[in-house]
Every structure is written in C-alpha cells, then in structure tokens.
T-cell receptor
C-alpha cells in the first residue's frame, strides 16, 4: 500500500513569491492533516480536513496560507505571498475515517526555504 | 508551560543498554498518546500507541500514567539502528496531534 506522498520535496523561493505544496494521502483515508516544523521548534498542527471539509484550521498562521482539498482526495497548501518566517518543513498526514482511530501516518515532507 | 515536554537529550548509550524516555503533558483532557520516531531529515513514523494498561512491542515498552500526566518509553537491548529522535505525541479530542520537541538517542558501538 502506498504511503502519504508530498510534492515537491524541496522548494526554494524568494520572499513575496507564491508556492503550492501538494499532498496525496493514503488511499481511502478520509482525514488529512497539515503540520509544520520550523527550525528549532516542535512540529505544529496547521489544519485538518475530513474528506473535502475543513474540520479544524486553528493552526493556520495567517491568511497568507490557503489549504484546499477539492473532491476529498489530494490536498494543496498555498502560501501567498511567502515570508521569511514561513521557511520550514511542511508535513502532511492522513488517517482512516474510523471512530476512535487517531493514528496518523506522515508523508516525507516538503522543505520550504524562503530567501 | 509547553503542552508536551520532553528532555531533548542527547542520550548517548552503548549498544545493548536499556534507556528510558519520559514525557509530561499539560492537558488532562488528552485522549490518545503515541511515540513517534523521526530519523534525521525524515518524516515522523509511528512507533507505538500508548495505552493506560501499558503496552509492549518487542524491545519497546510504553507506559501511561493519567493521574500524573506522564508517558514513558523504555527501549531494551539498544541497537545502533535505534538512533533517532523520539517524539512524544498527544491527541486531544479534535484529532489534532500535539508534539513534544523530541528526545535524541545516539546508540554507540
């Protein structure tokens, strides 16, 4: 079974530019999550989709970040315009839609560098 | 106070040693608890879930003490391949995972 995949693996952009990250969850997983790790800090939650609906977006830092999951399959996270403090590793995770199942499986991450 | 606190280490231990990691969490309403393992520049990988009754998977044993809001991970007979960062992770009712900063383990030959 294929795991969570993310694209690109690395992205280097200039401040003010736009970047779109993509995540493909494990097939059949209704729950999709975005997390971020900035240098020296712990991994932090950004948001949670259940199918195509945003269940919890309390971790989104500001309105420069836009996440979508049209059709309830893959998801994109767009940063526009990017700022220096957006640099970090963006992880996507997924979990089944089973009651009481909270185990989340992570993708390899996208390493974003804003210069 | 951080929501999940761990000793960052590093823990440098010889092969074959037993090593224990501890973690405390601040939210008494936390419902699920996990240990994840993260290798350098890789994604976190689920090592094991932690249950109130304690659970064991081979050389790994996890314990949960809800009254003290404390989670532990014991690794017996350490292998070189156990070298990694071990992340203590707590889940609140909303499915949002809260991560500790991780404890770095280096197993020496």
């Amino acid at each position: 079974e294929a795991g969570v995949t993310q694209f690109p693996s690395h992205s280097v952009i200039e401040k003010g530019q736009t970047v779109t990250l993509r995540c493909d969850p494990i097939s059949g997983h209704d729950n999709l999550y975005w997390y971020r790790r900035v240098m020296g800090k712990e991994i932090k939650f950004l948001l949670h989709f259940v199918k195509e609906s945003k269940q919890d977006e309390s971790g989104m830092p500001n309105n420069r970040f836009l996440a979508e999951r049209t059709g309830g399959t893959y998801s994109t996270l767009k940063v526009q315009p990017a700022e220096l403090e957006d640099s970090g590793v963006y992880f996507c995770a997924s979990s089944p839609g089973l009651a009481g199942s909270y185990e989340q499986y992570f993708g390899p991450g996208t390493r974003l560098t804003v210069t | 106070r951080k929501e999940v606190e761990q000793d960052p280490g590093p823990f440098n231990v010889p092969e074959g040693a037993t090593v224990a990691f501890n973690c405390t969490y601040s939210n008494s309403a936390s419902q699920s608890f996990f240990w994840y393992r993260q290798d350098c520049r890789k994604e976190p990988k689920l090592l094991m879930s932690v249950y109130s009754s304690g659970n064991e998977d081979g050389r790994f044993t996890a314990q949960l003490n809800r009254a003290s809001q404390y989670i532990s991970l014991l690794i017996r007979d350490s292998k070189l391949s156990d070298s990694a960062t071990y992340l203590c992770v707590v889940n609140w009712a909303t499915n949002k995972l809260i991560f500790g900063t991780g404890t770095l383990l280096a197993v020496q030959p």
